[in-house]
């Protein structure tokens, strides 16, 4: 997945939306960037530089400062909240670690990837140990039921990708498929950073809390398929990869999808077997642009922004509620750069 600049204040070509929202929690979140720190620390010294890379190239924090939003929303940012965001961004990291074996990548962030680092045997290592360490930390939570979701969604995460890895190639695969697979391999984590970030300030209505999750959901959901789209229409110096990568590892995503559901029975057969081949991806990336799966796709993706913004109108007007819709905003304006 592409990822943007880390937000800095300082930084340069980054949405002003996420400047906003990101500045609103500077200080929260500059605790949280010292606890991840602190829990490579927690390791074993052997081990303890690995994870303290992995953490590092992780991104830009979209799970923390989601966890951090959704809290100052729904009453104020507590320690709990510090601790949840940390075990966020470690799962994150986790499933970055697996991500680039599986598909072999080199890089991350124009930073080697650690399986490029230190080869797949110590990278699946790694994944395994910042997965059990988030869920560790977990336990620390008196209310069990928020060490349990935490559980699930990491569990999500993991079968989404298992699920995504599995069905590569299928020309079988249906749009519902699609969005079962993005909701659990993307979305899930950011439904649980949202949801409880609102669970763990006591007193939160329930009616809330579901709102809440509903918004990371759509949210996580959104985000994946522009990332789709990048893979079919952006700019390859901007993107950072080479465009039709998805394509070439035979994942189909909602873009292509969208081709084929529509395609005539000569040209689905022509499709299908350039992607099951490997060849003709100039072509078809431009059948898909041509036939209107693009433009289907990237307004799937802004009418799922608009709806988690209506979503937040559970909540009381706040400078949080407001950066929680610039966070949508911020999407909505890198979807509509493919119209």
Not at 68 to 86: E, K, M, R, Y
Not at 259 to 280: K, M, S, Y
Request: charged share 25%; aromatic share 6%.
């Amino acid at each position: 997945m592409k990822h943007l600049p880390r937000p800095d204040a300082k930084a340069k070509n980054i949405p002003k939306e996420i400047k906003a929202a990101f500045e609103l929690i500077a200080t929260p979140l500059a605790s949280v960037e010292e606890r991840i720190r602190a829990q490579a620390r927690e390791f074993d010294p052997a081990v303890e530089g690995y994870v303290a890379y992995a953490c590092e190239s992780a991104g830009k924090r979209l799970r923390p400062a989601l966890t951090l939003l959704s809290a100052g929303a729904t009453g104020g940012i507590g320690a709990q909240h510090l601790d949840l965001a940390v075990i966020m961004e470690l799962i994150h990291a986790a499933t970055l670690v697996h991500d680039d074996i599986i598909d072999g990548a080199d890089l991350r962030r124009s930073q080697p990837t650690p399986n490029a680092k230190w080869g797949n045997a110590i990278s699946v290592l790694l994944g395994d140990c910042m997965f059990a360490h988030a869920l560790k930390l977990s336990t620390h939570f008196t209310n069990g039921e928020v060490a349990k979701k935490i559980a699930n969604a990491a569990a999500e995460v993991c079968s989404g990708e298992i699920i995504q890895t599995q069905r590569r190639f299928d020309m079988n695969l249906r749009v519902a498929d699609y969005f079962k697979v993005i909701e659990m391999k993307t979305a899930a984590l950011f439904a649980a950073a949202t949801e409880l970030g609102a669970m763990l300030n006591e007193g939160t209505p329930a009616e809330t809390v579901a709102a809440l999750h509903a918004y990371g959901l759509k949210l996580g959901t959104a985000y994946q398929i522009y990332d789709d789209c990048l893979d079919i229409a952006g700019e390859e110096s901007k993107a950072g990869k080479t465009l039709g990568s998805d394509l070439r590892k035979g994942k189909l995503t909602l873009p292509v999808l969208l081709l084929l559901q529509t395609a005539t029975e000569a040209d689905r057969a022509r499709w299908t077997a350039a992607i099951v081949q490997g060849r003709d991806t100039e072509a078809l990336l431009a059948a898909i642009r041509a036939s209107g799966g693009l433009e289907k796709a990237i307004e799937t993706a802004r009418t799922l922004l608009r709806e988690a913004v209506d979503g937040l109108g559970v909540l009381p007007a706040s400078a949080y509620r407001d950066g929680m819709c610039d966070l949508c905003g911020s999407v909505d304006r890198l979807l509509k750069q493919f119209a």
